[in-house]
């Protein structure tokens, strides 16, 4: 896990959400009738956003076909939920396309989708249609990915929000703690963990 005291891709976040490009912020994109709504996050922050995580919380739920995921941005620094579908590779970071919304708002495996970069309270909402596992991931920090499980339609929970909710935010918890633990150790020892700051 890495951890971030400052960022420049805000910056082009920024711009992207500043030039009118917004994805389904929570609220627009209905949940269909008799399907559950169920919640992730996408990082977290402390310390006035000095301490940036690089995480899904939790990193894995299962839904069934028909449920809605919402994912919510609440830290500075942006991130993206993007599924590839058919896609065998991700775009290039420099592609000035990943600032931006693609696809529509229900995933059924078989086309790319994503968030666009998102941060600061925003949120993203996805329905999957389709039962699978579908691993998704953040453009901007490789490595950083979650997964949804989909079941059949009626299928019963194995968790339910709630729970998700407490492993979330126990993780949260347990990064932060890191991060601020690593300052600690600062000066660092050459080949050893680094801070990046004005990137």
Known sequence: ??????????????????????????????????????????????????????????????????????????AGEPHTVTLLGPRTTLPAPSDPTNAVPAGPATFDGSTYVSSGFLLLGQSYRMTFTKPGTYTYQCLIHPGMTGQIAVQAAGSQHPANQATYIAQGNAQIKTDLAAAAASIASFPYAAGGPHLVAGM
């Open 1 to 74: 896990m890495r951890y971030f005291p400052s960022l420049l891709v805000a910056a082009l976040a920024g711009a992207a959400i500043s030039s009118g490009c917004s994805s389904n912020v929570a609220g627009t994109q209905p949940v269909p009738i008799g399907a559950a709504l169920w919640t992730v996050t996408a990082g977290a922050s402390a310390s006035a956003q000095a301490l940036q995580t690089l995480r899904f919380y939790p990193q894995s739920i299962s839904v069934n076909a028909g449920d809605t995921v919402q994912w919510a941005f609440p």
